[in-house]
C-alpha cells in the first residue's frame, strides 16, 4: 500500500485477506473495504486491476478467479513455484485477454 499511496492517480478500494481480522486491520490502516473473499471482492468492487501479493502456490487460482473479472492484473514475483504454474497463469491470461504484469515489491 505504502508504493500504491505513491503513484499518482491510483486509488485502491479495498483489500482482501482469507483472515478476516487481518483484512479488516490492514483495511483500517488505509481507509479500505475488507473483504475474506477474493470472488465477493471483486464482484463487489468491480475493480480495474488487481494486485495480487500472495504465496505463488495461490497464484494460478486466482489468475483464474480474476480473468474475466478484471482487464489488467498486477502479480507479485515469483510468478509461480514450478514452470507448468507459470505455463498456467500464462494461459490463463491469454484465453482471457488479461495483461499479466509482474512487480517485486521488496528493496
Known sequence: MEAWQRVNGARI??????DRNKAESFAADFGLRPYSDGATMIEAE????????????THPALVELAAGQVTNLLLQKPMAETWEQ??????????????LMMNENWR
Open 13 to 18: 478500494a479495498a483489500a482482501c485477506d482469507i
Open 46 to 57: 468491480r475493480p480495474d486491476f488487481v494486485d495480487i501479493a500472495t504465496r505463488p502456490s
Open 86 to 99: 507459470a505455463c498456467q497463469i500464462s494461459n490463463i491470461a491469454k484465453k482471457a485477454g488479461l495483461r
